[in-house]
């Protein structure tokens, strides 16, 4: 009959600044309770910040219990789609992989750990997965960071799966989209169908770069889209900046594109990749 609140804290470490958004879900209804973040020029004293954080979240809301979700660079995992029987279930394939993952990827099993997600596929007999490897030394770096927190960390996932999580949740595009966000230090080139990301790509941006330097990354971006991609995608989201939308318009001629729009209170472009974290965290 009574539901309790559930909710996650979620962190977003990028280059510039350190992120946090704790996103609650109560009778199925999502909420930001919470959101700041802060510069990040002292890599040193991340976890003194990050805590401080917290101490305000839960202050601000009196939260005593929640879990913690960290988000992943891409730069610090490997990821590649594979096929695998269409008998095999979950625990046969979680069993495959941390035996056999160093087959795909050339890593000493020793130095990783795994994950999957089942992807959409058109065989009768095969399956298709994407696989996902991380070192045990990003790991460790995360259980360090939030050690002194005082809530459980359960949660570390890539920054594209988190992205396109959030921007799925305001857009609830069914179709075959394309998001482009370009006004981070990183930018991403994501493409997915409804919920499940089917391509991804990132290239870093470097603060002192021109106009002319950001317009020659995006097309190398743009250039990276599979051609079965690029004539499936219905509709492209950019972000708020519409920056470069010439250079866009002339590579996906007669495809709609718009910006992205936030209608929840104290969501922005630079929480998005924060508040796709947090959803895992409450589902």
Known sequence: MFRCRRSCLAVDVGQRSLKVVLVSSFRQEVRIDFCHQLATENKADLSHSLLALVKQAIKAKNYGRSIIACSVSSEHFQQRQVELPIDMDSKDIETHFRHSAGDYFAMNSEQWICDFQLQESSSVDKQAVRLC??????????????????????????????????????????????????????????????????????????????????????????????????????????????????????????????????????????????????LRGIC
């Open 133 to 278: 490897v991380i070192t045990k030394e990003i790991i460790n770096y995360y259980l360090d960071l939030v050690q002194p927190l005082p809530w459980r960390f359960s949660i570390l996932e890539p920054d594209v799966v988190s992205l396109w999580r959030g921007f799925y949740m305001l857009s609830k595009q069914q179709d075959i989209t394309a998001l482009l966000f370009l006004n981070s230090a990183r930018w991403y080139l994501l493409i997915g169908k409804a919920q499940q990301l089917l391509f991804s790509q990132v290239k870093k941006i470097l603060v002192s770069k021109q106009s002319s330097d950001e317009q020659q990354v995006l097309i190398e971006l743009l250039m990276l889209i599979p051609m079965e991609l690029l004539s499936a995608i219905s509709m492209i989201y950019i972000t708020e900046t519409m920056d470069h939308q010439e250079i866009i318009a002339s590579y996906f001629p007669n495809k709609s594109y718009q910006p992205l729009q936030y209608r929840m209170k104290g969501l922005t472009d630079d929480f998005l990749l924060a508040f796709g974290l947090g």
